[in-house]
């Protein structure tokens, strides 16, 4: 700015001088070329200044879009977290809903002859081996059993999950003490028996397969209830815990661990 000033004056010297004084025509020529210059640095110096505006507005709408960018950014990052909140919240809900089903009085004892209560289960049950159920067994039944619920399911899946369904069957016969090796993947077993849906949407058992590196708890729960369950195959967790409400007499359990290789 201040060079455009300096040239505007001196082109108002000029100006006085050619206006003022008795000059020759190469002098008044010369001057006039002068003159011409000046005014052209003028012109060029104006454009510039205008085109440095135009890129500092650039830049300052470039800084803006960028500021909007972060503040969406920081506002889907609160929004994602809210979500794996209220995930993890079900699966404390879920954790919760469980410990109700488990206090339920008597109990009576469930067993397996594959592992022991809170040791490895073996590769045979998992997805990394031949991927069918563990044999498991009970002592008894409370007085008033009509029928039996069987959930397995590894309580130790990611905080964004809920509870992870390895295999629901229910209607077990009262007069059932044990389930063998290897239960048929079908909708109806012969003894009447049905079979819920796995954490797969499928019928029948699914074996672990937990994150390499991590070992996960997987709980095996037999309710005793007083009547059968009004569901049809591939009923899913919640609707199977709905339908027991009010009809548990008994719960036995049992634990196992599992490791992938």
Known sequence: MKKIIFIMAALFSIFLFTSCSGISQSQYDNVTAQLSNATAQVQSLLSANATSQAAIQALRDANAAVQA?????????????????????????????????????PRFLLTSSAFKTGEMMPVKYSQQGDNVSPPLSWNTAPNGTQAFVLLAEDIDGPG??????HWIIFNIPA????????????????????Q?????????????????????RYEFTLFALDQKL????????????AAMQGHIIGV????ATYKRP
């Open 69 to 105: 960018q972060i503040q969406a950014l920081q506002n889907s990052n609160i929004s994602a977290e809210n979500v794996i909140q209220a995930l993890q919240n079900d699966k404390a809900a879920a954790l919760a809903q469980i410990q109700t089903l488990q206090n339920a009085l």
């Open 160 to 165: 964004t999950l809920p509870i992870i369904t």
């Open 175 to 194: 007069t059932a003490r044990s389930l063998p090796e290897a239960v048929p993947v079908m909708d109806q077993l012969p003894d009447g028996s049905l």
């Open 252 to 255: 036995a359990q049992t634990m």
């Open 230 to 241: 009004t569901l049809n195959a591939g009923a899913s967790r919640n609707e199977t815990i």
């Open 196 to 216: 819920g849906s796995n954490i797969l949407g499928a019928q029948g058992y699914i074996g672990p397969s937990p994150p390499v590196g991590t070992t996960h």
